[in-house]
């Protein structure tokens, strides 16, 4: 679709991958606005954008705040006149043996990578549909939803994420609303400092916050950049794409399961009598 003067709305844009989106989105021509958490890097990002001679909208959010997300949408609206293209980018890398995860770790997990998901989409949806002109939705899910061994909890969330878009494609599809699971494996960003910032609200973490050398090492690794993994969302969305997937080094692992999925139903006839009665197989 052509994305040239449309309104986007990414969240955790004020960094990494959400970061990346902006930029792509902004050199397309479109609207950009932006959230964040954190003013520092919200200012940080501000400044990236001028120095290439692009301009953003931002805003403070927190995603696990459902009138706050209400909010920022009505006020997008306001101030840009529609939105487009919603991007649901905010998330927290908490990863680790899933018996480890305190009570609150699984809180925090699910309130920002799953249902901060639904507020955004709970609120920018209705306005997409109302114009009437179509839109998009791209939800940031993970490799590791793909390949769920690597990462516990996390990929608990991002599998989640990954279903929910297969949904909503679907239903949307008939108002010429896309949605994609952005699916990248790694990207530089400051995902792994993620535990360090965790809100005061969630209390303890089973999990030892990475030391400060890893986060330093981490950024050093040949990842692929923001900006690349910007640009991969930006041709997902202009063709339409329900996975939009980057690291074509998961493919072999992603085939073994799938091949392992396969292998699991049992080796017999079909029931007719009982296919044609599934709902779902009729539909
Ligand atoms: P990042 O930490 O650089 O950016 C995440 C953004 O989400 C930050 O702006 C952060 O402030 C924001 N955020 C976190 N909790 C929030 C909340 N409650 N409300 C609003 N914003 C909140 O990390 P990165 O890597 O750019 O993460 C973006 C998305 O990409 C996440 O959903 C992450 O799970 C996913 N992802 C990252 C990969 C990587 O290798 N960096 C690989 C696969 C997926």
Redesign the pocket.
């Known amino acids: 679709q052509d994305v040239e003067g449309k309104v986007a709305f990414i ?8 970061r990346g989106i902006g930029l792509a989105f902004a050199r397309a021509g479109m609207t950009v606005v932006i ?4 003013q520092e ?1 919200v200012d940080e990002t501000l400044k990236e954008f001028a120095d290439a001679g692009l301009s953003a909208d931002a805003v403070l ?4 705040d459902r009138d706050a997300v209400e909010r920022a949408a009505e006020e997008t609206e306001r101030r840009h006149g529609r939105v487009d293209v919603l991007v649901n ?5 908490l990863t680790g043996p899933v018996m480890k995860a305190t009570p609150a770790d699984w809180d925090w997990l699910i309130d ?2 799953i249902k ?1 998901v639904g507020h955004g989409i709970q609120a920018f949806v209705p306005r997409m549909r109302a114009h009437g002109q179509g839109g998009h939705v791209v939800n ?5 939803a793909l390949m769920p061994i690597v990462a516990g909890l996390y990929s608990m969330t ?1 599998a989640a994420v990954v279903a929910l878009s297969e949904a909503l494609a679907i239903e949307l599809a008939p108002e010429g609303i896309g949605v994609s699971a952005y ?5 530089h ?3 792994a ?2 535990v360090a910032n965790r809100p005061q609200q969630y209390g303890e973490s089973g999990y030892t916050p990475p030391p400060a050398e890893f986060l330093e090492r981490a950024k050093t690794q040949p ?1 692929m950049s ?1 900006v690349e993994a910007g640009e991969r969302v930006l041709d997902g969305v202009r063709r339409n794409d329900l996975f939009i997937l980057t690291h074509p080094e998961f493919k072999a692992g992603v085939q073994d399961r799938f091949d392992t999925t396969l292998a699991a139903f049992p080796d017999e006839p079909i029931n007719e009598e009982r296919a044609a009665a599934i709902p779902f197989l009729t539909a």
């Open positions: 969240t955790g844009g004020s960094s990494g991958i959400g959230s964040g958490r954190r890097h959010l927190d995603v696990t980018n905010a998330g927290i890398g920002v990578n901060g940031t899910a993970s490799m590791a991002k699916c990248p494996g790694p990207v960003s400051n995902i400092g993620a990842y923001y």
